[in-house]
């Protein structure tokens, strides 16, 4: 049934569903009521179980290894380190970094994040981006 959806239809009811089903299994039945939290252990290894199935599927598609070497998923790590930090200075309005500890190493970009909620504008930026890098 899925295969006759548009793909963005298709993205969109997985970015929905998979949360949306580790909420509803996270909730159980306690005499009278519905008790958030009850089977979050579980919920979060099967939820660690699925994503892990989920990422060997689409890198075997890509024809990649999974896990990545050692040395790529350190180098990801650290990517995706910079970009949280660099995300939460300028997206997040001066609210702290929760554990912001943890990612003391972490540098942000230099280059600020500007924030756009109308594609034409992302578009403009994008070719003007292009124009300046020559390609």
Known sequence: MTDLLP??????????????NAFIIAM???GNRWVLGVLAATVMEAFAELT????????????????????????VKRIDRTL??????????????????AYADATPLQRLIVPVSDWRVARAMLSESKMNAGT
């Open 7 to 20: 793909p963005a239809v298709r993205k969109a009811i997985y970015a929905v569903a998979i949360p949306a």
């Open 52 to 75: 892990d199935r989920h990422d060997a599927a689409i890198h075997a598609a890509a024809g990649l290894a999974w896990p990545p070497p050692t040395a790529i998923a350190a180098e």
């Open 28 to 30: 159980g039945w306690s």
């Open 84 to 101: 949280l930090v660099t995300e939460w200075r300028d997206l997040m309005g001066g609210l702290p970094l929760p554990n912001a500890g």
